[in-house]
Each structure stands twice: as C-alpha cells, then as structure tokens.
C-alpha cells in the first residue's frame, strides 16, 4: 500500500461515488467520526493500492475528489473515531466499509468473524476491539457509469383497483426453469427471458412484486449450518443490487429486464427493507453504517451499547435522523427514477412511521413519500405492522397508501376449513373490508388481498398439512409461525388417497377464487397457480436450494388444470367492474344482495349464527351493451354436506348460466343454464351470471 494521500476539494452533494469531469467526487455522511480515509483497490485482485484521505467537510459530509478515476474503480471506507460502544460509537478503521450510497458492488457478502469490530469470544464480548483488517474478505463498492434516464420512459400505469400482484423471487424463478440458459438462471436476465415474461402475462398479472433485490448479509449461525439467507430481508446497502442476481456486473441488466415487463404491459414493484439492516445487534458484524456513523444510522437504546429492536430483527434504522430519512428518499428516487419501477413494497412498514419510538402516520418520513411528486404516484404497498407491542397499524397508512391486509389472509383460512362464525367475517372481506378502510375515506383497492406470501405455507401446503415442518432450518422447530390456519384434509403431507387429493384441489379452488373475487387488490405467490410446495416448510428464508426454487418440469396435469381454472377466474376478474369498483359497495339491493341459502335476504341473526356456513352474493355487473349479462352470483358453501340453494328470480329473457365450480375436475361446471335451485357440493364456491334466453337455449334445459 502506497503512503496515504490527500484528494482534491470537491464538494458535499451528491452522496456516495459520482463520476464528473475530471474524476470521481466521494462524498460520506457521517457526524461523529474524526477522519475517513478512501480506500482504492485493483479491479483484479483486490488489493488495495492505494489511501487518500478525505479532509474536506461540509457540516457533516466528509468529500473529495480523485482525478482521472472513472467509472469502474472499486473502493471502501476505513473511518476513525472512537470505539466507545458504552456511548454508542463502534469506529473500527481496521473494517473496510461499504458506502451506504454505493450503487454497485463488487461481489456477496459472506460470513467472517473478522467483519465484527470486537473480538468474537472475548471476555468483554462487544466491549472488546479487534484489530484485524478484514478488507480481503470483503466485497469492493464500484463506482457506477452515470446513468442515462430517458426523456420519457413508457410505464404501464395499471390503476390500482385494475391490479393484479405476483409475488416472486428474482433467483427461485428461474433456477429450474429449463427455457432459461443455466448461465443467466436465477439472475434478472432469466427473469427477462421471452419465455417468462410471456408465462407471467398469459396470467394476466399487471404487476410482479420482486423479493428485496439489495445486497445482503449473512450471518454466523446460518453459515455454520451451511445456509444462507435467501429471501434477502437483510439489506446491508439500498442503492445496489444483490450480485447473484446478476449475469452481468451492470445496472443496465435490472433496467433491461424492467423495460421488458414493461413492454408486456406489467409493473415491477420492489419490496424494500428499510427497516433494519443486515448488520444485527452488538454482537454482529460491522460492514456499513455500524461504521460510519453507529450513532446516527440506528435507534439505540438508554444503555447505548444496546439496539432499539422495533423489527424483530435486532436493530432499528432511526428515522428521526434528518440524513437517515434523506437516505430512503434517495433509494427511492432512484430506483423510481433511473431504474423505472412502478412501485415499492415496504416490509415491516410502522417502524418507518415511527417518531420518538411511537408509530406516527403523519411521521416526516412518510409525508414527505407521500409529498414527493416522483414518489406519490407510484404503488406504496405497505406491510402494517412491526414487531413492537404497538407493532400492528392495519388500516392507519396516509391516503394513497396500499396495505398488506392479514385479516382478509386469515378470515378466508378459517372460513374455508369450516370454522363456525366466519361467513360475516368473510363477507366483509369479500366487500374489500370496509371495517378497515371506510372510516378514513379509502378505498377498496387500499386493500392488499392475499391467501399466501413468502413467508408461510404455499398454497399447496396450506391444504396439504397441519404443522410446519422446518427441520432443515436447523433452529429445532422454534422458527415459523405455529398456527397457520390450514387443514391437511385429512392426512399430512403427501397423499396417494385419490379423495384426498380431489379435496385439496377443490380447497385450493376455493381459495383462489374467493381471492379474485373480492374487492381490493389481489396478491398471488408465484407458484400457486400450479401446485407448488415447500414440502410443508413455512419459513424457508434459508433455503437456496430446491426446497424454494419453482420446479416447472414437475407439473402434474392436475397442476395444468388448477392453472387454466387460474387464468379464467383472472380473466373474468379482469372484465368485471364489479369487482374492480374503486368505490365500496352499496347493500341496496341494486348493486349487492347478500343471499341465504333459501334465497331470501340474509338478516344480522344469520350473520352471528356459529352455523351459517353457506350463503350467496349477488351483484350488478355493467352491462358491455344490450347483450351483455346483467348481473352475477357468488354462492359459498364451507359446510361438509350438501346444499340446495334457492336462486333469485332471473332478469326478464335470463337465465343463470354456470361460469364456474370448484368442485368439478376443471372448475367448470356444466357451463349450461340452470333451475331456479341448484345443488350446492360440500365445500365448493360457484361463480354464475345471467345470459339472454338465445332461440337456442330457450328450447335447452332448465
């Protein structure tokens, strides 16, 4: 290593790496450090080559600028000031640190206790400073090329209520698929392959929600047992991307493959964590804004050798930073602005509205998204809860805020495996749960409607077993929700039992039709409309591996058929402006009619009846002309037995025609026109609507 040097002025904005004329501008934040120095390294081999210090500080951003270095340099931070965790300062220069403004770095991150800034097994444990370097281990940031953000860039820009969500994983996607080229499998270049994005639009899917695709950290117990994190819900950096993810080294690669989405009508949503960061708590490692600046990034605690712990993750980004808020704004406004997606879904959301420690949906973090004109018109999907006891805030987002809704999830589970007292519950669901949103002035589409997500059971194994069964996490079965809502239907696992098998089917029919016919916004797992499984792993955050990976060659033709009966209730979905009403439904007998099973209005005793297990909806559909159908029926039937149910009188030159039934082979039905009574099956959902009386027909059955 070279003597250390000095780098010219430059100034103070922007933060992180900015090729200009001349050279390269740095510029870090960071309050309570005494001296920063630049770390250059050879693209080759990584070794350092040379130290520049950066003197020059405006308020509390050190800058500088190196001439004649380019894009593609690769460098890190070593920042001094005291170790004095007691105080809530944790400088170690002996780490080489990330910028938390690089916008590309050099490789992953894996597992060193030459990253923790004490050292690991000492008396003292945190208290104690190590004084090992750890810079060969660690991944170099990269300075990027100016990125070039067109004039006009072509969005989708599906309205809310006409949105449909997938939600995936950039590397699960593709790793198996066997029309991606193995070279680019699992990155975001496989996820653009022609093959995928037609699949995802034969769908009709309006917008894909990526698993988080910043970099992440490992950790000491998952690298001990031989894993590693895989859902990335642990963001050591919020400007780059996760190098697995990539086939090349380039941001070019991530705006390629949203072009392409975009130019199949979809959006790209990214589910971002900027709740907490991969570094842990006193006793993780030290690889970014621990560094920098420990006692501005985080929330610490009276005894600021401790972490405030909103997350359940073991440490708290502090939003009542001025710069830690400018921070998120920045990563928003690029991923929105240079790199075009369509929205973002904020994970553990409440704990970025929380000012002094107390959820604040006014908090200055959340006005000011919401006041960004970049920002607001774009998809702001909320998770509505943290892991603090005033963690759970559904329905209390701004306005034009959406909200992962846990009640519709968790109504629509009990409702189908038959518990007593739910068929009000699911009404109001269905209804796009006014009970939450209405009082405020939402609508519907605020709701995020969802049956499974990533973490818990798929679809298919919340039909196929009662308990989790997350073994191979090796954490002795304490990981993982316990009470998933399911039902095995009567055997755990696997079943060659040909009826048991027909009642998942039918269970997962039920379902995904009751999600896409519910008011507010649908959310699917990627997977679910075929059949995928997780082998009854309901938290496999740590398995890269076939347990997670969508496995396309293993389609039965039953999973083919669930999968065409998807598309018909999305299609449906889509022609229906019921459904996609922006406005809650009126009960007024005009626009719904909620029915009992012997055809008259359902009344509140109904409703509170522990027993009322089958009942029907009936709405007005807008007519697409003289020809068009006027109105639909929905009739629910979770009980185990059979159900004649008395039809409403049709319109004048109607007849109720079968659109669909769960409990046929294909969820067809018979597709012909019915008797003013029908024959409900156990468990089943029926979908009809009103057809004209053709010569034809009117000479037919019924």
């Known amino acids: 290593m070279t003597s250390l040097k000095r780098l010219l002025k430059g100034d103070p904005a922007p933060l992180g790496s900015t090729p200009i004329d001349g050279g390269v501008n740095f510029a870090l934040f ?51 000031g005291r170790y004095d965790p007691e105080n809530g300062h944790r400088f170690n220069p002996n780490k080489l640190l990330i910028d938390p403004y690089a916008r590309a770095i050099s490789g992953e991150f894996t597992w060193s206790d030459l990253h923790c800034g004490y050292e690991v097994g000492h008396a003292l444990a945190d208290l104690s400073f190590d004084d090992r370097d750890n810079a060969h281990l660690m991944p170099k940031c990269i300075v990027a090329d100016p990125q070039r953000t067109e004039a ?67 950790d000491r117990r998952l690298a001990s047992h031989g894993l590693r994190n895989y859902w990335g819900y642990n963001s050591v950096n919020f400007f780059a991307i996760e190098r697995r993810y990539l086939a090349t080294r380039g941001a070019h690669e991530f705006r390629s493959f949203v072009e392409m989405f975009h130019d199949a009508g979809i959006e790209v ?122 963690g759970y805030q559904l329905g209390q987002f701004p306005d034009g805020w959406m909200e992962w809704n846990d009640r519709f999830r968790d109504d629509l589970r009990r409702f189908w495996r038959g518990d007593n007292g739910m068929s009000g519950p699911l009404a109001t669901r269905l209804a796009g749960s006014s009970d939450v949103f209405a009082s405020r002035g939402r609508k519907p589409w605020a709701s995020v409607n969802f049956v499974t997500a990533h973490d818990g059971f798929t679809l298919q194994d919340l039909v196929a077993y009662n308990h989790k069964h997350n073994e191979l996490n090796q954490e002795d079965g304490v990981d993982g929700a316990g009470d998933n809502l399911s039902w095995n239907c009567g055997h755990e696992g696997p079943s060659d039992d040909q009826g048991v098998r027909t009642l998942r089917v039918c269970q997962k029919r039920n379902l995904i039709a009751t999600l896409l016919l519910s008011q507010g916004v649908p959310m699917m797992l990627a997977g679910d409309e075929f059949g995928r499984t997780q082998g009854g792993n309901n938290n496999a955050y740590c398995q890269d591996n076939e347990i997670s990976w969508i496995d396309w060659d293993g389609r039965s033709e039953e999973d ?42 359902m009344t509140t005793p109904d409703w509170v009846s522990p027993y009322t297990h089958c009942f029907g909806l009936q709405f007005a559909v807008a007519a697409a002309g003289e020809r068009g159908p006027r109105r639909g029926l929905i009739l629910f039937n979770a009980s185990h037995a059979e159900v004649t149910f008395n039809l409403p009188a049709a319109s004048p030159r109607c007849r109720w025609e079968i659109l669909s039934n769960t409990a046929d082979e294909n969820g067809n039905g018979e597709s012909t026109l019915v008797s003013p009574t029908i024959l409900l099956p156990p468990r089943s959902l029926l979908l009809l609507q009103e057809a004209l009386i053709s010569e034809r027909t009117s000479h037919g059955s019924g």
């Open 560 to 601: 083919l058929r669930f999968l065409a009966f998807v598309q018909r209730l999305v299609n449906f979905r889509k022609n229906c402006s019921f459904i996609r009403s922006g406005e809650f439904l009126r009960m007024d007998g005009e626009t719904i009619e909620w029915l009992a099973y012997d055809g008259r209005q």
């Open 269 to 390: 949503i990214l589910d971002v964590v900027y709740n907490h960061t991969g570094e842990g708590d006193e006793l993780g490692p030290t690889l970014s804004f621990r560094g920098v600046d420990n006692a501005s990034y985080y929330c610490l605690a009276a005894d600021k050798r401790r972490y405030v712990d909103f997350t359940g993750c073991h440490n708290s980004l502090n939003f009542d930073h001025p710069r830690v808020r400018e921070m998120v704004l920045d990563s928003l406004r690029y991923w929105a602005g240079e790199m075009h997606v369509d929205g973002f879904r904020f994970d553990l959301a409440v704990t970025l509205g929380r000012e002094s420690h107390h959820f604040n949906p006014r908090a200055k973090l959340l006005k000011a998204i919401g006041d960004d004109p970049r920002l607001a018109p774009l998809k702001l999907i909320a998770e509505p809860w943290d892991l603090a006891p005033d």
């Open 152 to 218: 006009r860039v072509t969005r989708p820009q599906h309205t809310s209520s006409d949105s449909i969500i997938y939600e995936l994983h950039v590397r699960g996607y593709t790793m198996r698929h066997p029309s991606v080229p193995e070279a680019i499998r699992g990155t975001l270049a496989g996820l653009a392959h022609p093959e995928i994005v037609n699949y995802i639009r034969s769908l009709g899917i309006t917008a894909i929600e990526l698993l988080p695709v910043h970099p992440i950290a490992q």
């Open 30 to 80: 960071s309050a309570n450090a005494e001296g920063i120095e630049l770390c250059v390294f050879d693209s080759s081999d990584s070794s350092e080559t040379a130290r520049y210090a950066l003197t020059e500080r405006t308020g509390d951003i050190w800058h500088g600028l190196l001439p004649n270095a380019r894009a593609g340099l690769c460098y890190g931070y070593r920042v001094h």
